[in-house]
């Protein structure tokens, strides 16, 4: 089974990526899907100060994807 590719725009472009999704979806169900949401780009840093690890959020909003159907 072939999958589709989705690549997902942002307004700051270096969080721009690409993702596969299930070829059953619609284009309309994925543009409701990612357009609009915030997804979290953020990871985890060491603290030196308290010598632990810290989450760091860093949420983005797509406002933009393009879809490429495979087959």
């Not at 990526?17 to 979806?25: G, L, W």
């Not at 543009?31 to 989450?55: A, L, P, Q, S, V």
Request: hydrophobic share 30%; glycine share 6%.
């Amino acid at each position: 089974m072939s999958m589709d590719t989705v690549k997902v725009f942002f307004k700051d472009d270096k969080y721009n990526y690409s993702t596969a999704v299930n070829p059953a979806s619609t284009d309309q169900e994925l543009k409701k899907y990612f357009i609009g949401t915030c997804f979290n780009m953020g990871g985890i840093i060491w603290d030196h100060e308290n010598d632990r690890e810290t989450e760091i959020d860093n949420l983005q909003e797509c406002i933009d994807i393009e879809i490429t159907r495979e087959g």
